[in-house]
């Protein structure tokens, strides 16, 4: 059994997959973290941001594992544990350039597909490339404003810089964030996260939940 949550930046994806997975037991995925990982790899070893063969051979050689651990995931370089360092304002700026990158998303898909079902996998493309034939998909939406004051919970930094990056991020993944067309959209902006994940188990088909 495969969920697909996607949507757009901060729209809830891994808070609602953990929920949810929890509630069914499985483990959650969140393909994100994958491109992150690519990214502080990149700008760690001083590399274009947008070339692709030079990223590819580093990420070869420097092979990334994705732990999807119930509790939430985490992303090793061999012993070294990358996971806190792939939310900084330097990542989400570089993110979107290195996620453009063809063979980026095909070592990452690769990956994905790799992992036993069943299990809850959230990001971008969840839904239209990496898992078409998912039991069910979810699209996450909610306003610029409300995704930007529930970052602010977490980040010391103002409400409108946030929104600003978010809106900017949003442009830059339109490409490969399109919801499928038989994923239901839920728009966030008005409900709690428990609400959101009850949404999610609420829409599930019998014989998934
Ligand atoms: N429905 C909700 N109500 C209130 N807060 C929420 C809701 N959904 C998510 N949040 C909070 O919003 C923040 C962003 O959520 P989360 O990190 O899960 O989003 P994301 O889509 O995975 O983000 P990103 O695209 O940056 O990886 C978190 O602090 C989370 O607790
Ligand atoms: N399936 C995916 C997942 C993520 N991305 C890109 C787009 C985002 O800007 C970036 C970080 O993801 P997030 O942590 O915000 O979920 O990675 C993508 O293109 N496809």
Do not use: C
């Amino acid at each position: 059994m495969i969920v697909t949550i996607d949507g757009v930046a901060a729209s809830g994806k891994s808070s609602v997959a953990s929920g949810v997975a929890r509630a069914l037991g499985v483990p959650f995925v969140s393909s994100g973290l994958l491109y992150r990982a690519a990214t502080l790899l990149a700008l760690e070893a001083g590399l274009s941001l947008e070339g692709a063969p030079a990223l590819l051979a580093h990420l070869e050689a420097n092979p990334l594992r994705l732990e999807p651990l119930a509790g939430g995931n985490r992303v090793w370089l061999g012993g070294r544990d990358l996971t806190d360092d792939l939310h900084s304002s330097r990542v989400d700026a570089g993110v979107s350039a290195v996620a453009r990158l063809p063979p980026v998303r095909e070592w990452v898909n690769a990956q994905l597909r790799l992992l036993p079902d069943p299990f809850v996998a959230e990001g971008r493309d969840m839904g239209t490339n990496v898992f078409p034939h998912a039991d069910a998909k979810f699209y996450l939406t909610a306003s610029p404003r409300v995704r930007a004051e529930r970052r602010a919970r977490e980040r010391l930094e103002d409400v409108p810089a946030i929104e600003a990056a978010l809106v900017e991020r949003d442009r830059r993944d339109a490409g490969q964030s399109a919801p499928a067309p038989d994923a239901r959209i839920i728009d966030t902006s008005a409900l709690s996260l428990e609400g959101v994940i009850g949404a999610v188990l609420a829409g599930l088909p019998a014989r998934t939940a």
